[in-house]
């Protein structure tokens, strides 16, 4: 019995993943004598965070792992991160390069927006989520109330 094998039109990884690689691996190659963190792994998928890693772009989880931060770029992963640590990081004096998925910044936003206007947010998703941590603390920005 002959089988046949198609291949998926639109395989592989959306735009904003894409973006963030192509980010990422570009900002070490223009940069080579400087240390490219990111902060938190910048997308879910092991085999690109070892290419990363074999680049030389490590993986941090604490700003407090930030070495040299007058010679650092720390990159913003996908899922983007709360508006305090960003204002950490860029006191510590460390470039920062976001990739935070465009897609997600418009949530961020939105839930931002919904906030200032008055409106009580919800959101849906795993609380220990990184996308769902910055979205949150996004909000909390304009919230009278911190528990949401």
Do not use: W
């Amino acid at each position: 019995m002959e089988k046949n094998i198609k291949k998926a039109n639109l395989a592989g990884f959306c735009y904003g993943v894409k973006r963030a690689i192509d980010l990422t691996t570009k900002i070490k190659q223009d940069n080579p004598e400087m240390n490219v963190f990111t902060f938190g792994e910048l997308i879910h998928n092991n085999q690109v965070i070892e290419n990363l890693e074999n680049l030389g772009i490590k993986v941090i989880h604490d700003i407090s792992e930030i070495t040299e931060p007058e010679k650092s770029i720390c990159v913003i992963r996908t899922h983007g991160a709360t508006p305090q640590d960003i204002n950490k990081i860029k006191e510590q004096g460390c470039k920062i390069l976001d990739a935070t998925c465009v897609d997600v910044k418009k949530v961020q936003e939105k839930a931002k927006s919904l906030i200032e206007e008055g409106y009580k947010l919800i959101i849906i998703g795993k609380d220990n989520h990184p996308e769902v941590i910055g979205i949150k603390a996004h909000a909390e920005e304009n919230s009278e109330e911190k528990a949401l």
